[in-house]
């Protein structure tokens, strides 16, 4: 159990890294959305190669799987609609002369990046729930992913100090959320489980489609970054094989 523990500060260790490598490289919008292109890959590639696999092997009742997935997309869509009137909201009150001088935060971005992480931290608990490598496996392959979350979340409004403080709180999070996920679900039953996973693969669905590929779509693209999204995708993979 001590052991579990251990290595589930790995990806939370891994997300401070992050912060502290943002504050000493601020890459440009191009390298950011380089970067968004490879944490969609990783991301993608713990859906395909590790999470729906996990969920086939749970042998939940399909319809427990098919109503958590839709479950899942309906949060996710409030999510959307709930950020989007925020983040109006927050524009409003620039316009107004209500808000603070500076960039204003991305807050749609950092709410779903915060529940995108409490998602990731859950699914590595899940995977150590339900025995197996596949907790040190998801441990090692999403730390991929929180090692470049500063820096595909760089802006004007995040950087400095803030972006280290930013990464240190997604880094607690993520631990936390995997030390709740393995206490909750160890010993739950098959159905409790691929439900805990189809709703989480929701999630994470989201946060590829919705926001780091729309993010990096908004700067021009070079003809290569496609590749990048495809090592993003088989450093996953590799992981998993080489575990």
Partial sequence: MQNEYLIMLIPAAVA??????????????????????????????????????????????????IASFAAGSLLMFGLKLLTEKLESGAEHGKHSGVAAAGAALPVGLLLAT?????????????????????????????????????????SDALKG??????TTLLGVVVFVFAALGNWLLSGASHDVMGAVLA???????????????????????????VLVLFAGFLSFWAVQLLA
């Fill in 199 to 225: 709703a989480s693969a929701a999630a994470l669905l989201y946060l590829v489609t919705e926001e780091l590929l729309i993010e990096a779509h908004e700067v021009q693209e070079k003809n290569y970054s």
């Fill in 114 to 154: 915060f529940i995108d992480i409490a998602t990731d931290g859950f699914i590595i608990g899940a995977g150590f729930a339900s025995g197996g490598e596949s907790g040190l496996i998801l441990a090692l392959g999403l730390s991929v992913e929180l090692l470049f979350l500063g820096l595909a979340l760089m």
């Fill in 16 to 65: 401070v890294a992050g912060g502290v490598l943002a504050l000493l490289w601020n890459p440009s919008a191009q390298a950011r959305s380089l970067i968004q292109h490879f944490a969609a890959g990783v991301v993608l590639s713990a859906l395909s190669v590790e999470l729906l696999p996990e969920i086939g092997r749970e042998h939940a009742r399909p319809w427990v799987l």
């Fill in 161 to 166: 100090w803030r972006m280290v403080v930013l």
